[in-house]
């Protein structure tokens, strides 16, 4: 699987992105699929997953009611829509894929593809 992270740019506070993740190589509709990001200077954290059919998903606190993901399982990609940024969601934004559905989603070890970053700066 091959996943590829787009959608990412320079944002004013308040504004909103919407960041993809293409898969290809495979279909991704048997995978749990995750966005975690990585501010600069900090570990990479979980923001959000949602699982093969779209009915189970989960956020950090700090994105609930700002973020969604989504998914269309036709197009192979996920999405995570971003509304009311805020400068502390700068970061590089990555999605993952895990096979085995592993319960501990918020984990990062618990993904077995990652694609390669897309980066979000929110000014302020």
């Known amino acids: 699987v091959q996943l590829q992270a787009s959608g990412g740019g320079l944002v004013q506070a308040g504004g909103s992105l919407r960041l993809s993740c293409a898969g290809s190589?495979?279909?991704?509709?048997?995978?749990?699929m995750g966005w975690f990001r990585q501010a600069p200077g900090k570990e990479r954290e979980f923001v959000a997953t949602?699982?093969?059919?779209?009915?189970?998903?989960y956020y950090v606190g700090s994105v609930k009611d700002r973020f969604t993901i989504s998914r269309d399982n036709a197009k192979n990609t996920v999405y995570l829509q971003m509304n009311s940024l805020k400068p502390e969601d700068t970061a590089v934004y990555y999605c993952?894929?895990?096979?085995?559905?592993?319960?501990?989603?918020?984990?990062?070890?618990?993904?077995?593809?990652w694609g390669q970053g897309t980066l979000v700066t929110v000014s302020s």
């Open positions: 993952a894929a895990d096979g085995y559905l592993n319960s501990r989603y918020y984990l990062d070890s618990t993904y077995d593809y």
């Open positions: 190589g495979r279909s991704l509709s048997t995978y749990r």
């Open positions: 949602i699982d093969w059919s779209g009915g189970n998903k």
